[in-house]
Every structure is written in structure tokens, then in C-alpha cells.
């Protein structure tokens, strides 16, 4: 089992970055495929980016394409999230998740197995 905690959201204004970070418990992060997600206000929770075990396959939405950008760093059972020229429809609730296939990505919510509590990111014009 692996305990995820978002960390980097804030305030930021249109046009600005954030790097939200997703540290992981346990000695076996590589073993599991990483995803990011975010819900907007009234909005449904949608798949952002997601990252293999290794990190070497990263798969994107296509609104996020060129903006954002997943990595991991497993020496520090960390997974990031960079979010380039942010716009304030990027306001929302950002949550990282695991799923126990370190092989494949997935797009699913249902394939992850395990969630953060969320960090909040809010865009101002």
C-alpha cells in the first residue's frame, strides 16, 4: 500500500508556473504507474498526465499538451507535475494517484488504486 501527500498549489496569476509535487510512502514507488488529476468547481474529476514506473513513458491529454509536464524522481519517491503559462481555467483541486502496474499508463480514475487528499491550484486574471 503507498500513502500519497500533494504538495505546490497556491495562488498564482495568469500566465505564471507551478510545480506541484506528489510524495509517496514506502520502499517500492517504481513499482507504481503515477497519474495526475483535477477537478474543477462543478466539474467532474479529469485525467491530466500519468508516468510509467521508470518514468521513461508519459502520456498527456490533449488540453494539457505543451504545458504541462509529468516526471518522477524515484530516489525520492516523488512524482511532479510542472503547469506552464497557466490560465484561470486551470483552477481546480489536483490530486496525484498510484495504480500497481509500473509497466503500463493509464487514463482511468478506476485503474488507480490509490489518491492524495488534493492541493489546491487557483488562477487569477
Known amino acids: 500500500q503507498v500513502q500519497l501527500v500533494e504538495s505546490g498549489g497556491g495562488l498564482v496569476q495568469a500566465g505564471g508556473s507551478l510545480r506541484l509535487s506528489c510524495a509517496a510512502s514506502?520502499?517500492?514507488?517504481?513499482?507504481?504507474?503515477m497519474g495526475w488529476f483535477r477537478q474543477a468547481p462543478g466539474k467532474e474529476r479529469e485525467f491530466l498526465a500519468t508516468?510509467?514506473?521508470?518514468?521513461?513513458?508519459?502520456y498527456y491529454t490533449d488540453s494539457v499538451k505543451g504545458r504541462f509536464t509529468i516526471s518522477r524522481d524515484n530516489a525520492k519517491n516523488t512524482v511532479y507535475l510542472q503547469i506552464n503559462s497557466l490560465k484561470p481555467e486551470d483552477t481546480a483541486l489536483y490530486y496525484c494517484?498510484?495504480?500497481?502496474?509500473?509497466?503500463?499508463?493509464?487514463?482511468?480514475?478506476?485503474?488507480?488504486?490509490?489518491w492524495g487528499q488534493g492541493t489546491q491550484v487557483t488562477v487569477s486574471s
Open positions: 514506502g520502499r517500492t514507488f517504481s513499482s507504481y504507474a
Open positions: 494517484a498510484a495504480r500497481r502496474r509500473p509497466f503500463t499508463t493509464s487514463t482511468l480514475q478506476s485503474d488507480y488504486a490509490y
Open positions: 508516468i510509467n514506473g521508470s518514468g521513461g513513458v508519459t
